[in-house]
């Protein structure tokens, strides 16, 4: 098979470790990304010396084959870093994991009170358990569900937690409850804890991007090619067998047909579907239209102020403002940053492409961004010294109700393929870290190589860590 005809789509966390294990095994490959850049949502954007991780990126893993990657390929420029992370609701920090004495201190003897009679009535009377809110209330209660799960998980997902799927919550929130918070709190956990309340994580000196570009390297070395800057737009097929695709050049808008013999894909799964040609039956089309993405943007800012929080992030659950989540750079690795006396944070915002945030051009949202910081006093405007916004389509599969039904359509037709696998968070549309996204790629390229017989769909995300 000539080198240029393996393409594998995205030169994210799932496409660099597939093209890693092919090119390792000396099978060339070219990989084919929009971007100008290795690393998908794990890259790493230099601002005049200042480095912006997209959001915050902690490599945390329960995979030895993924922790040893991390760890050959990043050497000494691997941070261990201690986790600082607090949530600001009601004017106040909440530690987070929570703390038994922050938590009681902040919410007042009261409102705790409360909140434990709110818990056992959940022991009591149990809700339904199929969407996010019945999961949390059943584990924690309402009241808590209210405080630290509600405000927030509505502004990831725009949508109502009554229509969120359970799996969500039980994927991210596995083996947590308000009985194991306590206890970690109180008696420190002995045994096995869930990944969430992870206290330490690994983190590259100058950031997740710079473990893609040596990834880069090396694939380059194994004779792999990257073609950046170009779309992937079309997938020609006869019935089970992918033929050739179609790319755009993002800079001049030309396409070209390029021969396939065999397609790895990292793209958004649903779009993937829509390049079919010929199309897929409706059914098919109308499942992958139905399975959607949130998406999301980071508004990233230099700051003339040494010190302003001492966490890695905060997360924003106040409803008072839209701001989901805020990143301090230098506190993840002191290179972040080119001059130690100012600071770069990164604000986060869940959006929908279209939306009012996601329009609004970039010199809006960075006033807006800091007018929202000030407003719950986390630094002043007249700090601000510049700044930058990116926007991320399909950063988050949204596990709507029913999303099963409509995957196991798309899948069952994918099926049919004997020279396509898709990998990856977009491709298998899974909410999940990038050390599934790595393993599903080299696992995709294992059963390319016959060195392995992966169910992708089934790599399971119970060996991936936890999100809080
Ligand atoms: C805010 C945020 C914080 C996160 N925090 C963490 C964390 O702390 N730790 C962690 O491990 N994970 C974290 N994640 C998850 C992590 O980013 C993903 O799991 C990982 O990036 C998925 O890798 P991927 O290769 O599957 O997809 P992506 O990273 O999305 O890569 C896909 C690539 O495909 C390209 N592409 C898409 N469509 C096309 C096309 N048509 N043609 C050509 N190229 C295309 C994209 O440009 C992209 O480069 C976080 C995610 C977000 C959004």
Known sequence: MAQDRIVIIGAGPAGM?????????????????????????CRTLDHGGYLFDIGGHRFLTKSDEIDK???????????????????????????????????FWNLGPFESALCVASYLKSKISRVDDSTFEGWVINRFGKRLYDIFFKTYTEKVWAVACTDISADWASQRLRGLSLRIAIKKAMLGMKGKSPKTLSGEFLYPRTGPGEFYYRLKERVSEGGGQFIFKRTLTGIRHNANNVSS?????????????MPVEYLFSSMPLPSMIMALDPAPPDEVLQAARNLRFRDFLVVNLILDKERIFPDQWIYVHSPEVKLGRVQNYKNWSPAMVIDPKKTSLGLEYFCTEGDELWRMN????????????ESIGIVSRRYLVNGFVVRCQNAYPIYSLGY?????????????FTNLQTIGRGGLFRYDNSDHALLTGIYAAKNFLGAGHYDLWKVSAEDGYLES
């Not at 695709?245 to 047909?257: L, M, Q, Y």
């Not at 099963?404 to 049919?416: A, C």
Request: net charge neutral.
């Open 245 to 257: 695709i179609e790319v755009e050049d993002a800079r001049t808008g030309k396409r070209e047909e």
């Open 69 to 103: 990657l991390w760890r050959e390929v990043m050497g000494d420029d691997m941070l261990h870093v201690k986790r600082l992370s607090r949530i600001y609701y009601n004017k106040r920090y909440f530690d987070y994991p929570l703390s038994f004495f922050n938590t």
């Open 404 to 416: 099963q039904k409509n995957m196991d359509i798309v899948r069952g037709y994918l099926s049919r």
């Open 17 to 41: 470790a597939c093209a890693h294990t092919l090119t390792a095994k000396g099978r060339p490959c070219t990989v084919i990304e929009k971007e100008d850049m290795p690393g998908g949502l």
């Open 362 to 373: 970039d010199v809006d949202l960075i006033n807006y961004a800091i007018r929202e910081l």
